[in-house]
Protein backbone atom coordinates (compact mmCIF):
# COMPACT_ATOMS: atom_id res chain seq x y z
CA UNK A 1 0.00 0.00 0.00
CA UNK A 2 1.44 3.50 -0.90
CA UNK A 3 -0.27 6.58 0.60
CA UNK A 4 0.79 9.86 -0.09
CA UNK A 5 0.25 12.99 2.38
CA UNK A 6 0.42 16.23 1.77
CA UNK A 7 2.22 17.48 4.32
CA UNK A 8 6.21 17.63 5.35
CA UNK A 9 7.36 14.06 7.49
CA UNK A 10 7.11 15.87 10.90
CA UNK A 11 10.39 13.79 11.98
CA UNK A 12 11.96 10.22 12.62
CA UNK A 13 12.49 8.03 14.96
CA UNK A 14 16.22 7.62 15.37
CA UNK A 15 18.11 8.64 12.47
CA UNK A 16 21.81 6.97 12.13
CA UNK A 17 20.75 8.27 15.50
CA UNK A 18 17.75 9.33 16.28
CA UNK A 19 16.12 11.77 14.74
CA UNK A 20 11.92 11.67 15.02
CA UNK A 21 9.00 10.42 16.07
CA UNK A 22 10.29 8.58 18.12
CA UNK A 23 13.50 9.38 17.55
CA UNK A 24 18.69 11.71 17.87
CA UNK A 25 20.40 13.29 15.17
CA UNK A 26 22.11 11.90 12.07
CA UNK A 27 25.58 11.53 11.26
CA UNK A 28 28.44 10.18 13.25
CA UNK A 29 28.15 8.80 16.79
CA UNK A 30 30.24 11.66 18.08
CA UNK A 31 28.09 14.43 16.54
CA UNK A 32 25.38 14.07 18.80
CA UNK A 33 25.40 15.95 22.08
CA UNK A 34 21.65 15.18 23.53
CA UNK A 35 18.45 13.40 22.98
CA UNK A 36 16.21 14.09 20.17
CA UNK A 37 14.52 17.06 20.87
CA UNK A 38 11.71 16.53 17.56
CA UNK A 39 11.57 13.00 18.78
CA UNK A 40 9.98 14.21 22.25
CA UNK A 41 7.82 16.99 20.41
CA UNK A 42 6.19 14.09 18.51
CA UNK A 43 5.83 11.61 20.89
CA UNK A 44 3.93 14.94 23.07
CA UNK A 45 1.56 15.09 20.23
CA UNK A 46 0.90 11.73 20.13
CA UNK A 47 0.55 11.01 23.81
CA UNK A 48 -2.88 13.42 23.07
CA UNK A 49 -4.24 10.75 20.46
CA UNK A 50 -6.93 7.76 20.78
CA UNK A 51 -5.25 4.76 20.02
CA UNK A 52 -5.97 1.42 20.06
CA UNK A 53 -3.83 -1.17 22.51
CA UNK A 54 -4.24 -5.09 23.04
CA UNK A 55 -5.65 -6.22 25.75
CA UNK A 56 -2.11 -6.66 27.93
CA UNK A 57 -0.71 -3.33 26.71
CA UNK A 58 -0.42 -0.23 28.42
CA UNK A 59 -2.76 2.55 26.86
CA UNK A 60 -1.57 5.25 29.19
CA UNK A 61 2.76 4.16 27.79
CA UNK A 62 3.02 7.02 25.74
CA UNK A 63 1.89 9.73 28.23
CA UNK A 64 4.22 7.91 30.96
CA UNK A 65 7.03 8.17 28.35
CA UNK A 66 6.82 11.43 27.85
CA UNK A 67 6.42 12.52 31.82
CA UNK A 68 9.08 15.51 32.57
CA UNK A 69 9.65 16.41 28.99
CA UNK A 70 10.02 20.12 28.31
CA UNK A 71 9.93 20.31 24.05
CA UNK A 72 6.22 21.82 23.66
CA UNK A 73 3.71 19.97 21.71
CA UNK A 74 3.74 20.99 17.60
CA UNK A 75 -0.36 21.18 17.20
CA UNK A 76 0.76 22.17 13.59
CA UNK A 77 1.87 18.36 13.03
CA UNK A 78 -1.20 16.72 14.88
CA UNK A 79 -3.05 15.88 11.47
CA UNK A 80 -0.13 14.15 9.53
CA UNK A 81 1.25 12.67 13.16
CA UNK A 82 -2.52 11.37 13.41
CA UNK A 83 -2.23 10.06 10.00
CA UNK A 84 1.14 8.45 10.34
CA UNK A 85 0.46 6.71 13.51
CA UNK A 86 -2.83 5.30 12.51
CA UNK A 87 -0.84 3.54 9.97
CA UNK A 88 1.73 2.63 11.85
CA UNK A 89 -0.42 1.04 14.58
CA UNK A 90 -2.90 -0.46 11.76
CA UNK A 91 0.29 -2.50 10.58
CA UNK A 92 1.34 -3.67 14.05
CA UNK A 93 -2.45 -4.99 15.19
CA UNK A 94 -2.81 -6.86 11.82
CA UNK A 95 0.61 -8.08 12.15
CA UNK A 96 -0.08 -9.58 15.73
CA UNK A 97 -3.26 -10.80 14.47
CA UNK A 98 -1.90 -12.65 11.49
CA UNK A 99 0.88 -14.19 14.53
CA UNK A 100 3.97 -12.44 13.79
CA UNK A 101 6.13 -12.45 16.69
CA UNK A 102 9.16 -10.18 15.84
CA UNK A 103 8.66 -6.38 15.48
CA UNK A 104 11.70 -4.18 14.49
CA UNK A 105 11.51 -0.97 15.75
CA UNK A 106 13.79 1.80 13.59
CA UNK A 107 14.57 4.62 15.48
CA UNK A 108 12.42 3.85 17.84
CA UNK A 109 12.97 6.97 19.96
CA UNK A 110 10.27 7.60 22.42
CA UNK A 111 7.70 5.17 20.46
CA UNK A 112 5.73 3.38 23.21
CA UNK A 113 4.26 0.13 20.74
CA UNK A 114 6.30 -1.66 22.72
CA UNK A 115 4.32 -1.33 25.86
CA UNK A 116 0.88 -0.28 24.18
CA UNK A 117 0.72 -3.83 21.95
CA UNK A 118 2.53 -6.25 24.34
CA UNK A 119 0.98 -9.38 23.29
CA UNK A 120 2.19 -13.20 24.53
CA UNK A 121 5.08 -13.93 22.54
CA UNK A 122 5.45 -11.02 20.81
CA UNK A 123 9.18 -9.17 21.26
CA UNK A 124 10.15 -6.24 19.94
CA UNK A 125 13.39 -4.82 19.11
CA UNK A 126 14.27 -1.27 19.06
CA UNK A 127 17.17 0.19 17.45
CA UNK A 128 18.07 4.19 17.69
CA UNK A 129 21.30 6.45 18.72
CA UNK A 130 22.34 5.54 22.39
CA UNK A 131 21.76 8.60 24.12
CA UNK A 132 18.16 8.68 23.02
CA UNK A 133 17.79 5.19 23.65
CA UNK A 134 19.59 5.55 27.10
CA UNK A 135 17.12 8.64 27.96
CA UNK A 136 14.04 6.15 26.86
CA UNK A 137 15.66 2.85 28.97
CA UNK A 138 15.87 5.35 32.00
CA UNK A 139 11.71 6.53 31.26
CA UNK A 140 10.75 2.90 30.77
CA UNK A 141 12.29 1.83 34.01
CA UNK A 142 10.44 4.91 36.04
CA UNK A 143 7.43 3.51 34.82
CA UNK A 144 8.03 -0.05 36.35
CA UNK A 145 6.81 -1.83 33.23
CA UNK A 146 7.77 -5.71 32.37
CA UNK A 147 10.04 -5.02 29.35
CA UNK A 148 10.70 -8.86 29.24
CA UNK A 149 10.13 -8.95 25.52
CA UNK A 150 11.90 -5.82 24.89
CA UNK A 151 15.20 -5.58 23.39
CA UNK A 152 17.28 -2.93 22.80
CA UNK A 153 19.77 -2.18 20.34
CA UNK A 154 21.90 1.04 20.67
CA UNK A 155 22.99 1.59 17.13
CA UNK A 156 24.28 4.67 14.86
CA UNK A 157 23.07 3.98 11.60
CA UNK A 158 26.04 5.78 10.05
CA UNK A 159 28.43 3.54 11.60
CA UNK A 160 27.18 -0.02 12.50
CA UNK A 161 26.45 -3.35 10.85
CA UNK A 162 22.54 -3.71 11.33
CA UNK A 163 22.39 -6.70 10.45
CA UNK A 164 24.99 -8.28 13.31
CA UNK A 165 23.50 -5.89 15.53
CA UNK A 166 19.92 -7.60 15.31
CA UNK A 167 21.46 -10.83 15.06
CA UNK A 168 23.59 -10.33 18.51
CA UNK A 169 20.07 -9.20 20.56
CA UNK A 170 18.68 -12.37 19.53
CA UNK A 171 16.54 -11.70 16.12
CA UNK A 172 15.48 -14.72 14.24
CA UNK A 173 16.36 -14.33 10.55
CA UNK A 174 14.34 -17.53 9.81
CA UNK A 175 11.16 -16.12 11.03
CA UNK A 176 9.19 -13.29 9.66
CA UNK A 177 8.93 -9.89 11.37
CA UNK A 178 7.52 -6.48 11.29
CA UNK A 179 10.33 -3.57 10.17
CA UNK A 180 8.89 -0.30 11.18
CA UNK A 181 10.79 3.25 9.68
CA UNK A 182 8.58 5.77 10.85
CA UNK A 183 9.92 9.30 10.01
CA UNK A 184 13.90 8.11 10.24
CA UNK A 185 14.21 7.94 6.76
CA UNK A 186 14.43 11.27 5.90
CA UNK A 187 17.06 12.11 8.37
CA UNK A 188 19.81 9.89 6.51
CA UNK A 189 21.98 10.07 4.00
CA UNK A 190 20.90 8.06 0.33
CA UNK A 191 23.74 5.56 1.11
CA UNK A 192 22.69 5.13 4.74
CA UNK A 193 18.68 4.44 3.53
CA UNK A 194 20.25 1.59 0.70
CA UNK A 195 22.45 0.15 3.16
CA UNK A 196 19.88 0.31 6.25
CA UNK A 197 17.07 -1.76 3.70
CA UNK A 198 19.40 -3.99 2.57
CA UNK A 199 20.53 -4.97 6.22
CA UNK A 200 16.54 -4.99 7.32
CA UNK A 201 16.12 -7.06 3.87
CA UNK A 202 18.81 -9.62 5.48
CA UNK A 203 16.68 -10.39 8.33
CA UNK A 204 13.52 -10.51 6.88
CA UNK A 205 12.12 -14.06 7.27
CA UNK A 206 9.75 -15.30 4.73
CA UNK A 207 6.59 -13.74 5.19
CA UNK A 208 8.44 -10.09 6.77
CA UNK A 209 6.74 -6.96 5.78
CA UNK A 210 8.19 -3.13 6.04
CA UNK A 211 6.58 -0.46 6.71
CA UNK A 212 8.05 3.25 6.39
CA UNK A 213 7.24 6.92 6.00
CA UNK A 214 9.16 8.70 3.06
CA UNK A 215 10.05 12.36 2.45
CA UNK A 216 9.26 12.73 -0.64
CA UNK A 217 8.51 16.15 -3.55
CA UNK A 218 7.38 16.39 -6.78
CA UNK A 219 9.30 15.48 -9.95
CA UNK A 220 11.46 18.58 -11.70
CA UNK A 221 12.61 20.03 -8.59
CA UNK A 222 16.26 20.29 -7.25
CA UNK A 223 16.52 17.40 -3.96
CA UNK A 224 19.05 19.23 -2.38
CA UNK A 225 16.82 22.81 -2.63
CA UNK A 226 13.87 21.12 -1.08
CA UNK A 227 15.66 19.58 1.80
CA UNK A 228 17.43 23.42 2.47
CA UNK A 229 14.71 24.95 2.14
CA UNK A 230 12.91 22.32 4.69
CA UNK A 231 15.49 23.01 7.27
CA UNK A 232 15.62 26.52 6.94
CA UNK A 233 12.04 26.60 8.10
CA UNK A 234 12.54 23.78 11.04
CA UNK A 235 13.90 25.05 14.71
CA UNK A 236 15.90 21.72 14.62
CA UNK A 237 17.19 21.90 10.87
CA UNK A 238 20.43 22.42 12.12
CA UNK A 239 20.60 20.15 14.93
CA UNK A 240 18.52 17.55 13.35
CA UNK A 241 18.63 18.20 9.65
CA UNK A 242 16.19 16.05 7.52
CA UNK A 243 18.81 14.40 4.30
CA UNK A 244 16.76 12.89 1.79
CA UNK A 245 13.65 13.85 0.19
CA UNK A 246 13.27 12.57 -3.12
CA UNK A 247 10.37 12.09 -5.74
CA UNK A 248 8.26 8.74 -5.00
CA UNK A 249 9.95 6.99 -7.68
CA UNK A 250 13.58 6.99 -6.52
CA UNK A 251 12.42 6.35 -3.28
CA UNK A 252 10.86 2.89 -4.73
CA UNK A 253 13.95 2.68 -6.50
CA UNK A 254 16.14 2.46 -2.92
CA UNK A 255 13.40 0.20 -1.82
CA UNK A 256 13.58 -2.24 -4.84
CA UNK A 257 17.58 -1.94 -5.28
CA UNK A 258 17.67 -3.51 -1.24
CA UNK A 259 15.26 -6.58 -2.27
CA UNK A 260 11.89 -4.79 -1.27
CA UNK A 261 8.76 -4.74 -3.58
CA UNK A 262 6.48 -2.12 -2.51
CA UNK A 263 2.79 -2.64 -2.78
CA UNK A 264 0.93 -0.86 -5.54
CA UNK A 265 -1.06 2.30 -3.93
CA UNK A 266 -4.76 1.65 -2.67
CA UNK A 267 -5.64 5.33 -1.84
CA UNK A 268 -4.10 9.06 -1.08
CA UNK A 269 -4.77 11.66 1.70
CA UNK A 270 -4.63 15.34 0.66
CA UNK A 271 -4.14 18.41 2.73
CA UNK A 272 -4.03 21.86 2.23
CA UNK A 273 -0.07 22.28 3.16
CA UNK A 274 0.70 25.79 1.25
CA UNK A 275 3.56 25.62 -0.59
CA UNK A 276 5.73 23.48 0.85
CA UNK A 277 6.87 20.93 -1.80
CA UNK A 278 7.85 17.73 0.72
CA UNK A 279 4.97 15.34 1.19
CA UNK A 280 5.17 12.49 3.41
CA UNK A 281 4.67 8.88 1.32
CA UNK A 282 3.62 5.47 3.22
CA UNK A 283 4.51 2.35 2.22
CA UNK A 284 4.03 -1.34 2.49
CA UNK A 285 6.76 -3.45 1.25
CA UNK A 286 7.35 -7.24 1.28
CA UNK A 287 10.15 -9.37 1.19
Known sequence: MVSAAACPDPGGWGSGVTAGDGHSTPGPLGSVSEPSRTSQTVALVRAGLVRPHTPGGDPDAQRALCVGMTATPAERWRDEVTERTRFFDGHLVAAISAGIRQVVVVGAGYDDRALRFRAPGVRFFEIDHPLTQADKV???????????????????????????LLAAHGHDDAEPSLFICEGVLVYLDQPTISALLRA?????????????????HPQGIDSGLVADMANAGRRTGVSEPWRTILPADQHLALLSGAGWQAEPADGTVRRDDGDRAARSLLITARA
Open 138 to 164: RRVRAMGTDTDRLVFVPADFGLDDITD
Open 200 to 216: LRSRAGPGSTLAASLAT
